[in-house]
């Protein structure tokens, strides 16, 4: 990792009074494998903390930006908002990738250009810039880089597994059911794989980072492979 913080902190517009928030934030586990107390060493509390402020910043700026929405609605871009894969963008936008301290293996396999760290990395940022400046400076930086995407979101105004279940009942079938094949990862940061069945139909599997995000990709996969969404609409 480059010696000294200071470029980095004019890219996230905030000094930080505790540096060592920010070099946590920056830290993968496999940097620290060897050394005693490695999760607080790590980024991992701080990605637990950093994905919490990032919903509420997000929910907050969608109930202005959309004063008219239900709730579905809201949830729906919340979920596409927070995904890892948003703030792997935000890490590539910013830099961080260069700036992430890894470990001999991960840094050898290209850890500092895969999506789940890069995303990991940017909501312990998050988490380092709350802790060190409060709530403000945390919000400055999400709304910096995610109002952008709020207004420009175009994804499925409906709920997948809704859509499915009215599917699937207008097809004189039983209702879709889900069940977790696989749970993996930290308590604080588990992965799901569910997979859906309908009657008459291979099942499919979708993952996400709870099961309900599981379960709505299970469901959206399924639409997909049944011709009732489009790949390209609905496939994010």
């Known amino acids: 990792m480059p010696q000294g913080l200071a470029p980095l902190e004019e890219i996230l517009a905030h000094h930080f009074a505790d540096a060592t928030l920010l070099e946590r934030a ?8 060897d050394a005693n107390g490695a999760h607080s060493e790590s980024y991992q509390r ?3 903390l950093g994905d919490r402020v990032l919903a ?11 004063p008219d929405a239900e709730e ?5 871009r919340l979920t596409a908002l927070v995904r890892n894969e948003s703030c792997a963008e935000v890490a590539i936008e910013t830099g961080l990738g260069n700036w992430i301290r890894l470990g ?3 840094l050898q396999s ?6 789940a760290i890069l995303g990991d990395v940017c909501e312990a940022v998050i988490g380092a810039l ?3 400046g409060g709530l403000p400076t945390a919000q400055r930086f999400v709304t910096a880089h995610w109002r952008g995407r709020m207004e420009n979101w175009s994804g499925p105004q409906r709920d997948a597994k809704t859509t ?12 879709p059911t889900y069940a977790i094949v696989e749970r993996s990862g930290p308590d604080h940061a588990p992965n799901f794989r569910v997979a859906v069945a309908v009657e008459n139909m291979p099942a499919v599997i979708g993952a996400g980072r709870s099961k309900r995000e599981a379960e709505q990709k299970a469901a959206t996969a399924m639409l997909i492979a049944e011709g009732v969404w489009r790949p390209e609409t609905h496939g994010g």
């Open 26 to 33: 920056l830290t993968h586990a496999s940097a620290v494998a």
């Open 46 to 48: 701080l990605e637990f």
């Open 56 to 66: 509420l910043v997000i929910a907050d700026m969608l109930l202005e930006a959309f």
């Open 72 to 76: 579905g609605e809201l949830a729906r």
């Open 104 to 106: 001999g293996s991960e």
């Open 110 to 115: 290209g850890g500092r250009r895969k999506v």
């Open 130 to 132: 709350f802790l060190d």
């Open 164 to 175: 499915l279940q009215e599917w699937v009942q207008g097809r004189g079938l039983a209702a």
